[in-house]
């Protein structure tokens, strides 16, 4: 089994990939080694990342710190159960996020993804609710286009048309939608931006437990940058509606938009918050929702007296150790800077697809760089364009976007750049 063609086949036959199909003609590519912002392939080409794993592999791949500290985390236990016992890794985790993340946030329930990281902050929605004699209070407010993950409760939150789950509809529970925010990044939000939001509050807020947005970048659904403007008033409705707000930081958070965390954008700090995607630095899998004190103490003077939520590989001491050593190296780098320098060169570099007809538009917010084209792309096409031209980038619908390691060199950023102009201009 060790033949190129005989595990492609393998692969083909019997392995899922993300929103795939068996048998796909899709391309895949088997990747056999990560250094720096270069991947390598089986058939010795390399390809410089432009999506660092999907946001999370923020310090590049093989980076020697970050090995060390798992390797020795790996000396000392690879694993222990989180009920009844504890460890170093987790505590030391702890402390770093209680430091980082916004004031008011004073513990954090660890979860193995983003999505379960969701599912446990509505949970806890619920929970607080139910403990301060409001249990009439089941349902969230979420915005069009949002994304927050694929198991049940989060898929009940993601926008339903830009959603990718309206084959489930019928099995989940049913939220209250709030049109997307069309004022931008940088733009004031204006009455009419924010009328949405508030009729719903005013209507069904008495039945909602929280209003969960993606603060400041909606990801996945839409890759749109709205008002930080439009976040402080959401704020402010929901204290006055005493509706609680869940900010889902997994792609936003540790550095990406020029923020540690997005909602400093717009000084905003959340009831509860989720982390995971870079949390580890792309190493391993680790989420984490973290709430304030009163939430807290709230569910533990509740019904039954405790949070009802434990997985099985709670707090990883692998992937602890990881994220302690990925924000460490975060905050020792000027990882400001490094942001900023990404931003100007994905600026300067996308510059010459505005001018493009098959461009809608392109935006660019910390290391975040957007491409949006009038018609959506062909992915059987498009992929070995951008392969051939040595850099990967993994557009979907109308988008093609890049979210590179903050690592990435200007010479690099200019391949990257200089490949999705001329691939574009060659749809
Ligand atoms: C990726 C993502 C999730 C889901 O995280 P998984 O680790 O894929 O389960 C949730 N919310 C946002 C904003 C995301 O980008």
């Not at 909602?208 to 947005?213: E, V």
């Not at 992937?319 to 990404?342: F, G, K, M, P, Y």
Request: proline share 5%; hydrophobic share 45%.
């Amino acid at each position: 089994m060790n033949n190129a063609e005989e595990l492609r086949k393998l692969d083909r036959d019997a392995i899922w990939h993300p929103y795939s199909a068996m048998h796909s003609d899709a391309p895949v590519y088997h990747v056999v080694a990560a250094d720096g912002v270069r991947l390598k392939l089986a058939n010795g080409q390399v390809l410089i990342d432009g999506m660092a794993s999907w946001w999370s592999v923020i310090h590049g791949y093989n980076h020697p710190a970050m090995n060390q500290a798992i390797e020795r985390q790996l000396q000392d236990m690879a694993h222990v159960m989180f009920g009844g016992l504890t460890h170093t890794p987790a505590m030391a985790l702890t402390k770093a996020l209680l430091a980082i993340t916004p004031a008011p946030l004073s513990a954090v329930f660890f979860s193995d993804s983003g999505s379960v990281a969701v599912e446990v902050a509505m949970k806890m929605a619920i929970q607080y609710c139910a403990a301060k004699g409001e249990p009439e209070r089941q349902r969230f407010i979420s915005l069009r286009s949002a994304y927050h993950g694929d198991t049940f409760a989060a898929m009940s939150v993601c926008g339903p048309v830009t959603g990718m789950h309206s084959l489930f509809a019928d099995v989940l529970p049913e939220q209250v939608f709030v049109a997307q925010p069309q004022c931008r990044f940088g733009e004031p939000c204006t009455r009419r931006d924010i009328v949405p939001l508030a009729n719903a509050l005013a209507e069904q807020g008495k039945a909602c437990a929280a209003l969960i947005m993606e603060p400041i970048v909606q990801g996945a659904g839409g890759m749109w940058f709205y008002s930080a403007d439009y976040l402080q008033q959401a704020r402010q409705l929901c204290d006055e509606h005493d509706v609680l707000l869940i900010l889902d930081e997994i792609a936003t958070g540790f550095g990406r938009t020029g923020k540690l965390f997005a909602c400093e954008h717009a000084n905003v700090a959340p009831d509860i918050m989720c982390v995971g995607k870079a949390l580890t630095g792309g190493y391993l899998s680790l989420a984490a929702t973290l709430t304030t004190e009163n939430i807290h103490t709230t569910i533990d003077s509740g019904d039954p007296g405790v949070f009802m939520h434990g997985p099985t590989f709670m707090a990883n001491p692998l992937a602890c150790s990881a994220a302690v050593t990925s924000i460490r190296l975060l905050l020792e780098s000027d990882w400001q800077a490094n942001i900023n320098r990404i931003a100007s060169a994905l600026e300067a570099g996308l510059m010459p697809c505005r001018r493009l007809s098959q461009v809608h538009g392109v935006r660019v917010l910390g290391s975040i760089g957007v491409v949006e084209l009038n018609e959506a792309v062909d992915m059987q096409t498009i992929v070995p364009k951008f392969v051939a031209a040595g850099v990967w980038v993994r557009p979907f619908g109308k988008l093609v976007y890049v979210m590179p390691p903050y690592i990435m060199a200007r010479e690099d950023l200019d391949i990257l750049t200089s490949a999705m102009v001329s691939v574009i201009a060659d749809i």
